[in-house]
């Protein structure tokens, strides 16, 4: 298991931008696949994006493909969740998770064994 440490959490008005950072290990990062999770009250937790730091393989949930972006800065040891025209349906508590996994990512939360504590994300006028 890997200690993660999220930020960059807050609030921020309809069509905002925030982004979130998830500080690893180096090795998490080098050898991980990596995942960005939320959990809205009174919802079950939701992949949000994923990516292999081996393979480059990256994958999106619907509801925000094309407004989020996930990235690594595996020199900084630092993992980001760059969120673009935020909606109020996007509040939740945000978490990033790390996994061994030979090749891929998916967004379920299962074979994830290392997890955030959360950050909150408030999308509100």
């Known amino acids: 298991q890997v200690q993660l440490v999220e930020s960059g959490g807050g609030l921020v008005q309809p069509g905002g931008s925030l982004r979130l950072s998830c500080a690893a290990s180096k090795f998490t990062l080098d050898y991980y696949a990596i995942a960005w999770f939320r959990q809205a009250p009174g919802k079950e937790r939701e992949g949000v994006s994923c990516?292999?730091?081996?393979?480059?393989?990256?994958y999106y949930a619907d509801s925000v493909k094309g407004r989020f972006t996930i990235s690594r800065d595996n020199p900084k040891n630092t993992m980001y969740l760059q969120m673009n025209s935020l909606k109020p349906e996007d509040t939740a508590v945000y978490y990033c998770?790390?996994?061994?996994?030979?090749?891929?990512?998916?967004?379920?939360?299962?074979?994830?064994?290392?997890w955030g504590q959360g950050t909150q994300v408030t999308v509100s006028s």
């Open positions: 990516i292999n730091s081996r393979d480059g393989t990256s």
């Open positions: 998770a790390t996994g061994l996994f030979l090749a891929g990512c998916t967004l379920l939360p299962g074979g994830y064994d290392s």
